[in-house]
């Protein structure tokens, strides 16, 4: 077995003077450990998390062409709050998929010889990648890389999603941008379970999406009448838990208004403790939960 698995790799590097570069440099995957296997990458998507790791927020007209690098220019205040980053050459790609070329020596790390995986843990965008086992996900034969390389970010994400509305105790989901690829999972996957979902979308062909893969309560927030519909929702399935992917803005001011009115129409009482919670300002996916006791606002993370 070879020791080195030489290949390119992605790179970004945010420079404390504002510019963002981005390379593709020579990596080497090393040799697997025991329990390790090096796959050769064949696919892997660009997730909305994979894009804020790459781009740093970096204004995308400004990228420019110096040799085999793009620099791309980053706001003063986004530099400040990126400190942790700066001068370090980040690798990107969360998730993926590809062959496994080389295999530690464990019984099981060898099984995986061959085979097509998928895997979970940062610098996918490269031709090699060597991870752990448990970060791997062995696909059924016949399952191609490309099929196989978003196992993780969404789906994992929309089964939590599920999953804390019944730890938290609630009765029905609210999702926003709901058009999504994460949001056509959570559809289908309220409908399996038979849990009531409440989509937002902004856009008319958006709603008619999600209608055709079953979707019972959609709200286009480009409609007049956005707010009622999306009272009328609450009213009907009790949600009390949102999620909110697009942060910032009024979205997160009109989901709660509109669970207190479906609260008020019920006859409950609820009380917005905007001074505690500035929701205006998260730029997060936010939760909010438990409309009895109180809205609590708070982020949601898929650790990758
Ligand atoms: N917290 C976590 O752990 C976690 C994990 C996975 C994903 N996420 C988040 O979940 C969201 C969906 O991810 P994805 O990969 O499924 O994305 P995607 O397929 O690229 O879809 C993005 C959607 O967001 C809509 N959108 C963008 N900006 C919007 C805005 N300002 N207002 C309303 N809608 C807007 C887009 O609609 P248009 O076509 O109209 O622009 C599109 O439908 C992302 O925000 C992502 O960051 C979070």
Redesign the pocket.
């Known amino acids: 077995m070879t020791d080195t698995h030489n290949g390119r790799q992605l790179t970004s590097t945010l420079q404390e003077n504002g510019t963002l570069v981005l390379a593709i440099r020579d990596h080497d995957a090393g040799a697997p450990g025991a329990d390790e296997v090096v796959i050769q990458v064949e696919a892997t998507p660009i ?3 994979d894009l804020g790791m790459l781009l740093a927020a970096g204004d995308i007209d400004s990228a420019e062409r110096h040799g085999e690098e793009t620099h791309l220019k980053v706001a003063p205040g986004v530099v400040a709050a990126m400190q942790g980053r700066v001068g370090q050459a980040m690798v990107v790609g969360n998730e993926g998929a590809g062959t496994v070329i080389a295999a530690g020596e464990s019984s099981e790390a060898q099984s995986l010889l061959g085979r097509t995986v998928a895997g979970l843990g940062g610098g996918m965008y490269a031709q090699f990648r060597r991870l752990p086992l448990a970060q791997c996900l062995v696909l059924n034969e016949g399952t191609t890389a490309a099929q196989g390389a978003s196992c993780f ?2 789906p994992l ?1 929309a089964l ?1 999603m599920v999953e804390t509305m019944r730890l938290e105790g609630h009765k029905a989901l609210i999702h ?2 709901a ?5 056509q999972m959570l559809v289908k996957i309220c409908a399996a379970d038979g849990v009531a979902l409440i989509n937002v ?3 008319p062909e ?1 709603a008619q999406l999600l209608r055709d893969l079953g979707a019972e309560y959609v709200v286009d927030t480009s409609r007049p009448d956005a707010d009622e519909v999306l009272t009328d929702a609450i009213t009907a399935t009790d949600a009390t838990l949102a999620f909110d ?2 942060g910032g ?1 009024d ?1 997160a001011d009109r989901l709660l208004a509109g669970m207190e009115r479906a609260l008020m129409r019920a006859g409950g009482e609820f009380i917005l403790d905007s001074g505690r919670h500035d929701h205006r300002r998260l730029a ?2 936010v939760i909010f939960v438990d409309a009895l006791h109180g809205p609590t606002l708070a982020g ?3 650790p990758a």
């Not at 058009?179 to 949001?183: D, I, K, P, T």
């Open positions: 997730n909305p998390s970010v969404n994400t939590g926003t941008a058009a999504s690829n994460l949001g979308v902004r856009r958006q992917a697009t803005g979205m997060a996916p949601f993370e898929l």
